[in-house]
């Protein structure tokens, strides 16, 4: 039988924003307590997006939070606390995202995820989310020494699972991302909710519940 050259064949997950609700915030809140500005102040002049994204990319976090206290010594706790309730930054699945998952998994949709997080921490969203165990591979950033949204995470990701980018999906919540996946050929879909990412499914031709 002939085959549509664009079909859809692999359908690729980021997992913070879109199946997983990570926030540094969920744990802030706790030490911070009724004192939004200065966690805001914490998170973007001491353990800020830059910083964390260097775990992300391999860095490791005895490394980090040394770095971090030597340059805000008065921070220490709340540097300490990163890493070491790091779990608390989890909130919990995104049920109508995971609910998407396991509808493509049924349909026997090829699922891999492609996410920048830090190999040392990844392990504890594997023993909490069962629903990983949908995703035939895991493409994490910190294990790589590479992350999105650079091309060479993405011809790894190609290349590791023999996708035709044409036929491939990929999903994330951050647009810069999303042109990374494109630039390279294969169908981006920027997240902003379920019901938006189901449609969006559809209209590329996957069979999804209305």
Known sequence: MHQDLNE??????????????WNPRHLYRKIFVNDEAAMEAFLKDVCNTAWNERQDRG??????????????????????????????????????????????????????????????????????????????????????????????????????????PSRTVFIDDVQKNVDAAAALGLRGIRFTDAPQLREALIALGLSMRL
Do not use: C
Not at 8 to 21: K, N, P, R, S, T
Not at 130 to 154: A, Q, W
């Open 8 to 21: 859809i064949e692999a359908v690729v997950f980021d997992l913070g924003g879109v199946l997983v609700d």
């Open 59 to 164: 860095r490791a976090w005895v490394d980090a939070i040394s770095e971090a206290i030597a340059n805000h010594p008065a921070h220490e706790p709340h540097i300490r606390a990163y890493r070491d309730r790091w779990d608390e930054m989890l909130s919990g699945a995104l049920d109508d995202t995971v609910e998407i998952l396991e509808e493509l998994h049924t349909a026997g949709v090829r699922l891999i995820a492609l996410t920048n997080w830090s190999a040392e921490t990844f392990h504890i969203a594997e023993q909490r989310f069962e629903f990983l165990n949908r995703f035939e591979g895991v493409v994490v950033s910190g294990k790589e020494g590479l992350m999105k949204p650079e091309p060479e995470i993405f011809q790894l990701l190609i290349r590791r699972y023999g996708l035709s």
